[in-house]
């Protein structure tokens, strides 16, 4: 069994920051999954944010986050997260993190490719 929990969401200005950080509790290694996280903003589709294969060391990102957003993982802790800086309006989601357990070394945008989700932290971004 896999669960994912996301935290760190909240109201930010404009221009700030946020940390998003997902637990993840399995009965397997946190290392035989890649991750992403991806997002919904209300009466959009969910879309993708960022991936990263298992150690972290091969990245993607959608263009309109890359060079704001980092996405990192910590094996040891079994956590994810989003650094978001530099946060616009229309960041404004629900974001979920996403596990794939049928790939470890390759990280896609695709959300269909993942197998495991959590709930979501809303992240508002006022102007």
């Known amino acids: 069994q896999v669960s994912l929990a996301e935290s760190g969401g909240g109201l930010v200005q404009a221009g700030g920051s946020l940390r998003l950080s997902c637990a993840v509790s399995?009965?397997?290694?946190?290392?035989?999954?890649?991750m992403g996280w991806f997002r919904q903003a209300p009466g959009k589709d969910r879309e993708f944010v960022a991936a990263?294969?298992?150690?972290?060391?091969?990245?993607y990102y959608r263009d309109s986050v890359k060079g704001r957003f980092t996405i990192s993982r910590d094996n040891a802790k079994d956590t994810l997260y989003l650094q978001m800086n530099n946060l616009e309006p229309e960041d404004t989601a629900v974001y979920y993190c996403a596990a794939d357990a049928r790939s470890h070394t390759y990280a896609y945008s695709d959300e269909r490719e993942y197998d495991y989700w959590g709930q979501g932290t809303q992240v508002t971004v006022a102007s």
């Open positions: 399995s009965h397997i290694s946190i290392n035989s999954f890649a």
């Open positions: 990263c294969n298992w150690n972290g060391a091969t990245t």
